[in-house]
């Protein structure tokens, strides 16, 4: 069945060292696009992310500076969207979840993937210089059930995933509390990778030195659909203010993949770097969904497989047009 294809983004916390290495070593369009993308890092920065990103750090070694997560975490979506789309298989819409959102709106024509890498970059400096530490945890069970009691203790509720699945922000000296209470429930939980508490008031004190510094140079024509998951639908417009909220607004992925499936059904391609998302819609459509998912990239290198599952299907619905 040849569906429409939305291209799905992910941010903070679905980061690794070596992500996207296989594609990186075997797909010229992929390589040529990070290290485009590498350069106009180091001009910036003064020296190589790709470097550190595919140096001598395997994929279990802690990954959470924020300065080279941002940046990375957009250079492996762009890059990946970039050798997608050479070959045709290019998006109805791009969605794009928190950091994801500065990856979508370079798939959908809205900015260059340079200028996405710069404001990445910009954002990151900002966020490490004006906010308190902070940590994200992501929890399988009940917000609704369990929101409240986790608020008392100094956690906000940052993403709603799936019914049984959401994450929450916290500052570093509330975590053994929260811990503590989500073992007490048994609770399962992981603390993410990422070192701030992103989709919480408490990164305001960074918000006018990225909003009043960073200008998104959109091009004179948008070439795709945009949908972002802090508004839970299309995007209308954009400005500085949108690439600062797409981090501190609540992420509404269940509720906006809810709304996506009212126009689908729909072949969502999961473009993040671990196939998170792609993951929550297999607990998040419902059984009567004529919607499919695929991982393009994933923790434990599948990286080519996911991609010739993701040809083979795509190859097929040609074959059968013809």
Same mark, same amino acid.
């Given at each position: 069945?040849? !569906?429409?294809?939305?291209?799905?983004?992910?941010?903070?916390?679905?980061?690794?060292?070596?992500?996207?290495?296989?594609?990186?070593?075997?797909?010229?369009?992929?390589? *040529?696009?990070?290290?485009?993308?590498?350069?106009?890092?180091?001009?910036?920065?003064?020296?190589?992310?790709?470097?550190?990103?595919?140096?001598?750090? +395997?994929?279990?070694? =802690?990954?959470?500076?924020?300065?080279?997560?941002?940046?990375?975490?957009?250079?492996?979506?762009?890059? %990946?969207?970039?050798?997608?789309?050479?070959?045709?298989?290019?998006?109805?819409?791009?969605?794009?979840?928190?950091?994801?959102?500065?990856?979508?709106?370079?798939?959908?024509?809205?900015?260059?993937?340079?200028?996405? $890498?710069?404001?990445? @970059?910009?954002?990151?400096?900002?966020?490490?210089?004006?906010?308190?530490?902070?940590?994200? @945890?992501?929890? $399988?069970?009940?917000? @609704?059930?369990?929101?409240?009691? %986790?608020?008392? %203790?100094?956690?906000?509720?940052?993403?709603?995933? /799936?019914?049984?699945?959401?994450?929450?922000?916290?500052?570093?000296?509330?975590?053994?509390? @929260?811990?503590?209470?989500?073992?007490?429930? +048994?609770?399962?939980?992981?603390?993410? =990778?990422?070192?701030?508490?992103?989709?919480? =008031?408490?990164?305001? =004190?960074?918000?006018?030195?990225?909003?009043?510094?960073?200008?998104?140079?959109?091009?004179?024509?948008?070439?795709?659909? !945009?949908?972002?998951?802090?508004?839970?639908?299309?995007?209308?417009?954009?400005?500085?203010?949108?690439?600062?909220?797409?981090?501190?607004?609540?992420? *509404? /992925?269940?509720?906006?993949?809810?709304?996506?499936?009212?126009?689908?059904?729909?072949?969502?391609?999961?473009?993040?770097?671990?196939?998170? !998302?792609?993951?929550? $819609?297999?607990?998040?459509?419902?059984?009567?969904?004529?919607?499919?998912?695929?991982?393009?990239?994933?923790?434990?290198?599948?990286?080519?497989?996911?991609? *010739?599952? %993701?040809?083979?299907?795509?190859?097929?619905? $040609?074959?059968?047009?013809?």
């Amino acid at each position: 069945m040849n !569906l429409p294809t939305v291209f799905m983004f992910s941010g903070q916390g679905s980061q690794h060292y070596q992500m996207g290495i296989a594609l990186y070593e075997a797909e010229p369009v992929f390589r *040529r696009a990070m290290m485009r993308m590498d350069i106009a890092y180091a001009d910036l920065t003064g020296h190589s992310l790709l470097e550190h990103l595919y140096g001598r750090q +395997d994929a279990s070694s =802690p990954f959470e500076e924020l300065a080279l997560t941002h940046p990375a975490i957009v250079m492996v979506e762009c890059a %990946l969207a970039e050798m997608l789309m050479s070959e045709g298989i290019v998006p109805t819409l791009s969605l794009g979840c928190s950091l994801g959102s500065f990856s979508a709106a370079a798939a959908s024509g809205w900015v260059s993937s340079e200028n996405a $890498l710069a404001m990445a @970059i910009h954002q990151a400096k900002a966020v490490q210089a004006y906010c308190e530490a902070g940590t994200m @945890i992501a929890i $399988l069970g009940s917000h @609704i059930q369990h929101a409240s009691k %986790l608020a008392s %203790l100094g956690a906000i509720v940052a993403a709603e995933n /799936f019914d049984r699945h959401f994450i929450v922000s916290a500052h570093l000296h509330d975590l053994e509390k @929260i811990l503590a209470y989500l073992h007490a429930n +048994d609770l399962a939980s992981q603390i993410l =990778p990422v070192q701030r508490a992103f989709h919480t =008031p408490w990164l305001d =004190p960074a918000k006018s030195h990225f909003v009043e510094h960073v200008a998104p140079s959109i091009p004179g024509k948008v070439l795709r659909e !945009l949908w972002c998951c802090a508004s839970a639908g299309p995007v209308a417009s954009m400005c500085p203010q949108y690439f600062w909220d797409v981090v501190q607004k609540p992420i *509404r /992925f269940a509720e906006t993949i809810r709304k996506l499936e009212l126009q689908g059904p729909w072949r969502y391609v999961d473009l993040g770097p671990s196939g998170t !998302l792609a993951t929550f $819609l297999k607990y998040l459509l419902p059984a009567t969904s004529r919607s499919c998912t695929v991982a393009t990239l994933s923790r434990v290198g599948r990286d080519q497989q996911c991609l *010739r599952d %993701l040809r083979a299907a795509c190859q097929a619905v $040609l074959c059968a047009e013809n």
